[in-house]
Structure formats: structure tokens, C-alpha cells
């Protein structure tokens, strides 16, 4: 038994090695995000997973992978604070799921933050971080807790059960509390007073008619999709005060309420998030482009990650977004909805706080992957610097997590997680959708190669659907 058990090591080891080979980029202009800098033709050396060696004069190890740098820019890998896996519901199997992940990295997201918890993805997460599959860092959210029944959820009505969700989650292991809509005010504080005895923090919606923004920033929550400040920068006066966040914008009587906006309030709501905790996930391109500027089918038809939904999904949205009455609010009140969000989101940020980047995928045709790149510039038009924009795609979410020591910038000792651009993104945020190639805890893919990928795995996915029989 010792001997078998000494070969298994061995073999171990063995295999090991042969992934943690060293690699050097060769001549790359380094943005390294400690400070807004870009270090010309450097050498980074990468050993065993981690950043070894930075500098315009290295020795280059005999054995090491070489990767020409020349004229590329070295970023860190992108981090997405808020998705969801198709095969988090019941429509797809669970065998679609590491696909699923190939698709993030093949678009330079090494970390992700699951936003709805299931209990596949703590052994997905327990397979990433040991190398067994080609995956982001995963945190994973706990099961939503909700007012209502929606699935993958914890329905709490009263303290008790508020609480009970709470030490299941903990004890289950997941990474936060993720809190959604219609949990009464009540039960929502003992969801919070519990999280902070089982020291789990809580992220998520703040339902603007239940909870609202007072109450989510008095507990410090972590705030998802800016849910709460439309409401909270209405004029006092407003004659119309319904919500227009979160789910309360499908209806159209309640943008009546964007007329008595009073923009004054912005910069003292930013101020008073900041001093509450500074950690700011707007999902701005999600509300942005689904809700605040038409999109057509053409467009939505040209998506290079459309062809990853399956028929009917893809023509059940089209004809959702004909018809819905949503969708008929005219083109300035929506402009204008999207305006405010904006100042918002740049308030927040002038007052001191830190944007993180979320793309809430892949609802509504937008894919995980794809959608972190759209996410980038729905910020850089919000008004952040694209060295803002960075940093809140980076080090904001290592920041946000605790890890900023061992991930999050390039810097010697760091996590080799990077991502080689064929354009400056100082420049142009866009140019992050140029990538020469992706590295993984030190493993480097081409681009080519991970395009070969996503030809490979959108079939499969848009393949996967499960037919439903019908219910007698
Ligand atoms: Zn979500």
C-alpha cells in the first residue's frame, strides 16, 4: 500500500512539473495597475503559477516557454463580480458547465464571483482551484434569499427562517449571502445581524420597496445593479415616487418617476455609499443596453455570442423584446434613465468608492465572457478613466476579496493571471478585446487556439437544452 501510494506522488509530481513549466514574455509593455504606469519592454518571468521576475533586463531561464511581447500590453486577468451559469437552472444539464467556464477565460476573465449559489459550483470551485479543470477562480454566492419563490433560493418570511438560510449557507460553504427581492424589512435586518455573527458577508439587491438604499447602506451590504438610488435622488416633492430599479422598471407607469429626478442628491447619496462600504457593482452595461437603449434584432442577431443560445431561446427573447411594453418607453426617457445611472456611478467613484465590474450574464442574450469587455466600456462611458475601468475589472475585486497580497496586479510573487493585449487599453478600453493570449495560473493559451474553443463549445451549449415533456 506505502508503494502504491509513493508511485501515486511520484506520478503526481510528475505531472505537475510538466504544467508548471516556466514561461517568459519577451519585450512586453507591462501595465502593472499598482499605479497608472505602463513599464515598456519588459521581461516577465512566470514560475510555477506565479510572476517570478519583471524587469527590461532579465536573464531568460534555458527551459522557459518563450512569449513575444513586442508591441503587446500585459494586463492582469479580468475578474467579473457578478454571473451565472446557464447550468445553474434546470433548462441546461450540468455537464455544460465547465464548457461554460473555457468560455470566460477564452475571453480573459480568471476570476468570477457566481452570484446565485448551487451546490455544483462549490465542487467547480473545488476543481478550479486545484488545477483539475481550465477555470476562473470561482466565489460562489449562496443560494438567493428571497421574498418569493424563484428558484435556487431560500424563501424567508420571518426571522427565523431569515437566519436558519443564513447558517445553511455558511455552513455549506459558500463565499457571501446573496440577497434578492420582497424580503420584508424586518427579516431582511435579521438576515443581516446573523450573516455578521456568522462573520459571511451580504451581497446583492437592495429592493428599493421593501429594504431600500437607507436601510442596505446602514448595513453595510455590499449593493448590486445600483438597485435603491434612483429612488433615493427623487426630489422630496415627487409627486410620483415608484421605483424604477431592479425588477420594478418592467413596469412603464413607474418611470413617471424619472421626470422628478433632483440631481443635487447624487453627490451626497455617492458620499454617503462610500462611508457605508465603497464596493460599488453597478452591472451598467446589463441595465445600460437591455433597458436603457433599444437594441435591434440585428443587433442582437451580430452578437458574436449568439450563436452560443439555443434556437428557442434566442427566438423567445426577440420576440420578448418586440413585445414587451418595457420596450415601447421612449428612446429619451430611457436615454435619460441611463443618463442618471451614469452620474451615479461616476459619483460614486469621484467620492472615494470602488466600481468592480460585474456583467450579469448570461440573462437576456448576453454571455458570461463576451459581456465582461461590453461591462468595460459601459464604465468608460459612464465617465471613469480607462485606468479607472481597469482597476475596477482588477484589483478593486482582489481589493473587494481580501486577495490584493497574491492577485490582482503584475507584480513579483503575484498569481500569474494575465492576459497579453495586441493594443494599449489606456488607449482604448475596447482594445482588452484585442488578446494575443490569456494566462491561467501560469499556464498560457493562445487566442487562436481558445477561439478554436468557443467554434467547438457554442455548438455543444446551444446544443444542451433540455426538452421539457409537458405536464399532464
Ligand atoms: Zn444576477
Known amino acids: 500500500m506505502k508503494n502504491i501510494l509513493f508511485i501515486w506522488a511520484f506520478f503526481f509530481c510528475g505531472v505537475m512539473t510538466n504544467f508548471a513549466q516556466t514561461i517568459a514574455f519577451v519585450g512586453a509593455n507591462v501595465i502593472p495597475m499598482d499605479e497608472e504606469r505602463v513599464l515598456e519592454n519588459q521581461t516577465v518571468i512566470v514560475k510555477n503559477g506565479v510572476i517570478a521576475e519583471i524587469g527590461g ?32 437552472g434546470d433548462d441546461y444539464p450540468d455537464s455544460i458547465a465547465e464548457d461554460e467556464l473555457k468560455v470566460m477565460i477564452a475571453n480573459g476573465v480568471t476570476t468570477i464571483r457566481l452570484m446565485i449559489g448551487t451546490p455544483e459550483q462549490l465542487v467547480l ?3 478550479s482551484a486545484r488545477g483539475e479543470i481550465i477555470a476562473p477562480t470561482i466565489y460562489a454566492a449562496s443560494p438567493h434569499l428571497t421574498g418569493k419563490e424563484q428558484g435556487n433560493n431560500f424563501v424567508v418570511k420571518t426571522d427565523d427562517e431569515a437566519r436558519e438560510a443564513v447558517r445553511k449557507s455558511k455552513s455549506a460553504g ?22 455578521s455573527k456568522q462573520n459571511i458577508r451580504v451581497v446583492g439587491h437592495a429592493d428599493a420597496r421593501y429594504v431600500g438604499l ?10 448590486e445593479h445600483l438597485d435603491g438610488y434612483l429612488e433615493a435622488v427623487l426630489a422630496d416633492d415627487a409627486p410620483s415616487k415608484n421605483s424604477i430599479s431592479d425588477l420594478y422598471i418592467y413596469d412603464p407607469k413607474n418611470w413617471e418617476s424619472l421626470d422628478y429626478v433632483d440631481e443635487k442628491k447624487i453627490a451626497e447619496i455617492a458620499k454617503a455609499t462610500v462611508a457605508a462600504n465603497p464596493f460599488v457593482n453597478p452591472t451598467q452595461h446589463f441595465m445600460k443596453n ?19 443560445y439555443p434556437a428557442k431561446v434566442q427566438e423567445s427573447f426577440i420576440n420578448f423584446h418586440k413585445k414587451h411594453r418595457l420596450f415601447q418607453i421612449p428612446a429619451e426617457k430611457r436615454a435619460r434613465w441611463t443618463e442618471i445611472r451614469n452620474k451615479i456611478i461616476k459619483a460614486i467613484y469621484d467620492a472615494g468608492g470602488k466600481i468592480m465590474t460585474g456583467s450579469d450574464t448570461p ?24 485606468y479607472a475601468v481597469l482597476e475596477a475589472a482588477t484589483k478593486n475585486a482582489a481589493m473587494f476579496f481580501g486577495t490584493l497580497k497574491t492577485v490582482g496586479t503584475i507584480e513579483k510573487g503575484k498569481r500569474a493571471d494575465l492576459i497579453l493585449l495586441e493594443a494599449n487599453p489606456l488607449e482604448n478600453i475596447s482594445n482588452t478585446e484585442r488578446r494575443a493570449g490569456v494566462m491561467l495560473k501560469g499556464k498560457y493559451y493562445a487566442q487562436t487556439e481558445m477561439n478554436k474553443w468557443l467554434d467547438e463549445i457554442a455548438p455543444k451549449i446551444s446544443g444542451s437544452m433540455i426538452e421539457k415533456t409537458e405536464k399532464k
Open 363 to 386: 440573462e437576456f442574450l448576453w454571455l458570461y465572457g463576451f459581456t465582461m469587455h461590453r461591462e468595460m466600456k459601459a464604465l468608460s462611458d459612464a465617465g471613469l478613466s480607462n
Open 125 to 127: 470551485r473545488r476543481k
Open 174 to 195: 459558500y463565499d457571501f449571502i446573496k440577497i434578492t427581492t420582497f424580503i420584508d424589512a424586518k427579516v431582511y435586518e435579521a438576515a443581516i445581524d446573523e450573516a
Open 290 to 308: 437591455t433597458f436603457g437603449t433599444p437594441r435591434s434584432e440585428e443587433s442582437i442577431r451580430a452578437q458574436p455570442d449568439f450563436k452560443f
Open 214 to 223: 437607507e436601510r442596505a447602506l446602514k448595513a453595510k451590504q455590499q449593493i
Open 57 to 88: 533586463r532579465i536573464k531568460i531561464p534555458r527551459d522557459a516557454q518563450i512569449v513575444d511581447g513586442k508591441g503587446k500590453y500585459l494586463i492582469p486577468g479580468l475578474v467579473d463580480m457578478h454571473t451565472h451559469l446557464l447550468s445553474d
